[in-house]
């Protein structure tokens, strides 16, 4: 069986990230954690330069086509478009395994939309379109209820000013 579906961030509450602190006086308060990522990016030559995080590969990035970047090579648009599909695909897994769902497979593409509004480009808008195949016998309420925590607690577009939507197809049984 399968089925497609809809939903958006703006149409969805925003609640800030919390956790549990069980360590302090017993029954486990509730508490709230800032965390610092930390990146740095440094020019290479022409049009490119590097990004870098402690620990990992560094990654070439040049500005798109569209504003005189290089050809095949990551700009910072892709990465923001990607970073926030990722971000949900991960959220997502993490509620599918809360609820104990069995993900065979999860693919996933995205498409960001640059606009000129008031002036300056923009990504006004962020579509990720999984497709997810479940095991047989998986309950398809449990399945749009997880992709609807996801795209409620997806940090990243709740982090951003663009709409995000999601439009899963949902497969249920083998991976075809």
């Known amino acids: 069986m399968m089925t497609k579906g809809r939903f958006s961030s703006n149409l969805l509450p925003?609640?800030?990230p919390r956790t549990v602190d069980s360590d302090e006086g017993g029954g486990g308060s509730l508490r709230y954690k800032?965390?610092?990522?930390?990146t740095s990016a440094t020019w290479k030559d022409g049009k490119c330069g590097a990004l870098c995080a402690e620990g990992k590969p560094e990654i070439l990035v040049t500005c798109p086509e569209e504003f005189h970047g290089e050809n095949g090579v990551w700009t910072p648009e892709e990465m923001f478009v990607g970073a926030v599909e990722v971000c949900h695909m991960v959220t997502f897994k993490s509620f599918a395994a809360k609820r104990?769902?069995?993900i065979l497979f999860y693919t996933s593409h995205a498409n960001g939309v640059?606009?000129?509004?008031?002036?300056?480009?923009r990504l006004t808008r962020i579509v990720i379109f999984p497709t997810i195949v479940v095991a047989a016998g998986s309950p398809e309420i449990e399945i749009h209820t997880a992709?609807?925590?996801?795209?409620?607690?997806?940090?990243?577009?709740?982090?951003?000013?663009?709409?995000v939507?999601?439009?899963?197809?949902?497969?249920?049984?083998d991976v075809p």
């Open 14 to 16: 925003k609640t800030p």
């Open 100 to 102: 104990q769902l069995h």
């Open 34 to 38: 800032s965390f610092t990522y930390r």
């Open 147 to 163: 992709l609807r925590d996801a795209q409620r607690h997806c940090l990243l577009a709740n982090s951003i000013a663009s709409i």
């Open 114 to 121: 640059l606009e000129f509004v008031d002036g300056d480009y």
């Open 165 to 173: 939507e999601v439009n899963p197809t949902l497969i249920i049984g």
